[in-house]
């Protein structure tokens, strides 16, 4: 998990720590106040996300991911159980598409005949590989790229995303759950039964998997083993 090395007084962090919603978060705003990176108007970028969505977001959605996407490249999150709650569920313009419908159409056949080989390789072991996510409006993408950085969401654990322009915006890519019975795997124990594996697929389906992404399982690197990719 990655940590923040935005200064907070006392009086802030204990705030924090005891705050909640979207009054927890208007205090996390008032500590970025004065970095140059996060004052000012709002982003070109952030200006595609509401274009992009026009009439699905409120106006506290969309001045949430205006200020997610002033964010400077390099921001970590604060030590994340400090954090807020989200403002928002992930649903609606935040919600999840499963879909392969919505996967582009060069990589929709290689995300489909990888997740039967995935299969064939958990299923013996009493695991079961199903959809996660596929593509990823911007919007949502967005407001992932938050959770560990400004505030917390249910499930999560820490940072989410390492980016605000990945693969899944354009349906190339595809993430996978990985269950025994109702339990969903930590990334540790994907990693040990899918990495004698994950050579092979890349070469053999032209995907690339997150858990090779650089620095993966190391400090200050970045693991994503639920993720594959369009090479």
Same mark, same amino acid.
């Given at each position: 998990?990655?940590?923040?090395?935005?200064?907070?007084?006392?009086?802030?962090?204990?705030?924090?720590?005891?705050?909640?919603?979207?009054?927890?978060?208007?205090?996390?705003?008032?500590?970025?106040?004065?970095?140059?990176?996060?004052?000012? +108007?709002?982003?070109? %970028?952030?200006? /595609?996300?509401?274009?992009?969505? #026009? @009439? $699905?977001?409120?106006?506290?959605?969309? !001045? *949430?991911?205006?200020?997610?996407?002033?964010?400077?490249?390099?921001?970590?999150?604060?030590?994340?159980?400090?954090?807020?709650?989200?403002?928002?569920?992930? +649903?609606?313009?935040? %919600?999840?598409? /499963?879909?392969?419908?919505?996967? #582009? @159409? $060069?990589?929709?056949?290689?995300?489909? !005949? *990888?997740?039967?080989?995935?299969?064939?390789?958990?299923?013996?072991?009493?695991?079961?590989?199903?959809?996660?996510?596929?593509?990823?409006?911007?919007?949502?993408?967005?407001?992932?790229?938050?959770?560990?950085?400004?505030?917390?969401?249910? @499930?999560?654990?820490?940072?989410?995303?390492?980016? *605000?322009?990945?693969?899944?915006?354009?349906?190339?890519?595809?993430?996978?759950?990985?269950?025994?019975?109702?339990?969903?795997?930590?990334?540790?124990?994907?990693?040990?039964?899918?990495?004698?594996?994950?050579?092979?697929?890349?070469?053999?389906?032209?995907?690339?998997?997150?858990?090779?992404?650089?620095?993966?399982?190391?400090?200050?690197?970045?693991?994503?083993?639920?993720?594959?990719?369009?090479?």
């Amino acid at each position: 998990m990655e940590s923040c090395d935005v200064p907070l007084t006392r009086g802030q962090k204990y705030a924090l720590a005891g705050a909640g919603g979207l009054g927890a978060l208007l205090l996390l705003v008032l500590a970025f106040r004065g970095r140059k990176q996060i004052a000012g +108007a709002v982003s070109a %970028g952030a200006g /595609r996300v509401v274009s992009a969505v #026009s @009439g $699905a977001l409120t106006a506290a959605q969309a !001045a *949430l991911l205006a200020r997610i996407e002033a964010l400077p490249v390099s921001a970590a999150g604060i030590q994340y159980s400090l954090l807020p709650p989200a403002p928002f569920p992930e +649903a609606g313009p935040f %919600g999840t598409d /499963r879909s392969f419908d919505s996967l #582009s @159409g $060069a990589f929709r056949p290689k995300a489909e !005949a *990888l997740l039967g080989e995935l299969q064939v390789i958990f299923s013996p072991l009493g695991i079961r590989v199903a959809v996660a996510e596929t593509r990823r409006g911007r919007a949502r993408q967005v407001f992932l790229y938050g959770i560990g950085r400004l505030y917390q969401a249910p @499930g999560r654990v820490g940072v989410v995303t390492k980016t *605000l322009d990945s693969n899944h915006k354009d349906g190339d890519a595809v993430d996978y759950f990985y269950l025994r019975g109702k339990t969903a795997l930590g990334a540790e124990e994907i990693d040990k039964i899918l990495r004698p594996h994950a050579a092979r697929l890349e070469k053999k389906y032209g995907v690339k998997w997150g858990g090779n992404f650089p620095g993966c399982f190391k400090k200050g690197g970045f693991c994503d083993v639920p993720h594959w990719e369009n090479a």
